[in-house]
């Protein structure tokens, strides 16, 4: 009897819980935050949440140590612990400052060869999926050779849209140049393309880290 009339607490408790988003009562438990407090997902609009909610203030410092963190390569969670801020609230942070970089990330060409303005570049992809296998994304990258500079990435499908995109997304200086836009026309109209196996295996490494770290922000959404 007295186990019953604790599970009927417990359910009559977790009844009243109200989702913060769509007001929906079809929640469940979905583990705790940093701090230990309990943590719910609505089933209904998959809004997480905790009951009554601390807003705090977050000083412009703290900010600039989190992007230096971010920069490190930090996990998520570690970020978290660190400067005591919770996850969802991180993740709408990448997702501002990642909004206000430029779209060719303030990317400058340096020429390899000083007779004789020339660029050498490299481009490269990566798959992975968001949420389920179904939902397959396509990360498009294209790099200085010499100094690994990112100039330009793009995430979407992998179709001829999402080439001229990338493209669209180099800085104007180089997209300016007579051989760029042979090369560009060829990229778009030709999407498969050879391999260089000696800039793959430079590359591996890179993609790895990248897969890393998006299947670590993936799971952080998730949980």
């Given amino acids: 009897m007295r186990i019953s009339s604790i599970f009927d607490e417990k359910i009559g408790k977790l009844m009243k819980i109200c989702c913060t988003q769509c007001q929906s009562q079809t ?6 935050i940093h701090s230990g407090k309990q943590k719910y997902k609505c089933l209904a609009c998959h809004k997480q949440f905790v009951e009554e909610p601390q807003n705090k203030i977050i000083s412009d410092d703290i900010k600039e140590r989190i992007r230096r963190s971010l920069l490190e390569r930090v996990s998520l ?3 978290c612990r660190i400067f005591d801020v919770s996850m ?6 990448m997702e501002k400052t990642f909004q206000s970089l430029p779209e060719d990330l303030n990317a400058t060409i340096i020429a390899e060869n ?4 020339v660029a050498v570049l490299e481009g490269d992809e990566m798959w992975s999926f968001v949420g389920s296998k179904s939902n397959d994304q396509w990360l498009w990258l294209v790099m200085h050779s010499s100094t690994r500079q990112i100039l330009a990435f793009h ?7 999402a080439g001229e995109a990338l493209m669209a997304k180099l800085p ?4 300016k140049k007579p051989t760029f836009t042979q090369i560009s026309s060829r990229f778009i109209m030709k999407l498969s393309h050879g391999r260089n196996i000696v800039l793959s295996a430079k590359n591996l490494g890179r993609q790895v880290t990248l897969k890393d770290l998006i299947a ?3 799971r952080d959404v998730q949980d």
């Fill in 27 to 32: 929640v469940r438990k979905n583990g705790s």
């Fill in 155 to 161: 995430v979407g499908k992998r179709n001829k849209a």
């Fill in 216 to 218: 670590r922000s993936d």
């Fill in 88 to 93: 969802p609230w991180l993740l709408g942070f």
């Fill in 172 to 175: 104007e200086e180089l997209k």
């Fill in 114 to 117: 000083d007779e004789f303005e």
């Fill in 77 to 79: 969670e570690g970020i």
